[in-house]
């Protein structure tokens, strides 16, 4: 029963960040673009306060997989960095703490476009 209840937690706080994004592309004239930015920009937000990690034990992959984790990543690699290696952490730090996400995406963005045909919308 605990599994189930740490399923329905994740799919809830997952379901309810997407439906926050939906609701800003039908409601506002906001870019997805936009969107991705602010998502992003909340997860920094979120982990240089420090209630990141709190929300993260409790949502787990819920907050985790989408880009809120990923801008929460960028933040904390750069906080470390910056304790570790001074002023220029800051530019290192989120690229090291990433490199492997950043990497996938590039390799998989790669593959699927040598295995499929792209073309522009009409």
Do not use: W
């Not at 599994?3 to 960040?17: Q, S, W």
């Not at 930015?37 to 985790?64: H, P, R």
């Not at 570790?84 to 990433?98: M, P, R, Y």
Request: glycine share 14%; hydrophobic share 55%; aromatic share 14%.
């Amino acid at each position: 029963m605990d599994v189930f209840l740490t399923y329905l937690i994740v799919f809830l706080i997952g379901g309810f960040v997407c439906m926050i994004g939906e609701m800003l592309i039908i409601f506002t004239n906001i870019t997805s673009a936009r969107i991705l930015v602010v998502f992003e920009l909340t997860g920094v937000f979120l982990q240089a306060v420090g209630a990141y990690d709190y929300i993260s034990d409790f949502a787990k992959a819920g907050i985790n997989v989408p880009i809120i984790g990923f801008g929460a990543s960028l933040a904390k690699g750069a906080i470390g960095a910056v304790k570790t290696h001074g002023f220029l952490g800051i530019f290192t730090g989120g690229l090291t703490a990433t490199a492997g996400g950043i990497a996938a995406a590039i390799g998989f963005a790669f593959l699927f476009s040598l295995i499929f045909r792209s073309h522009t919308k009409k």
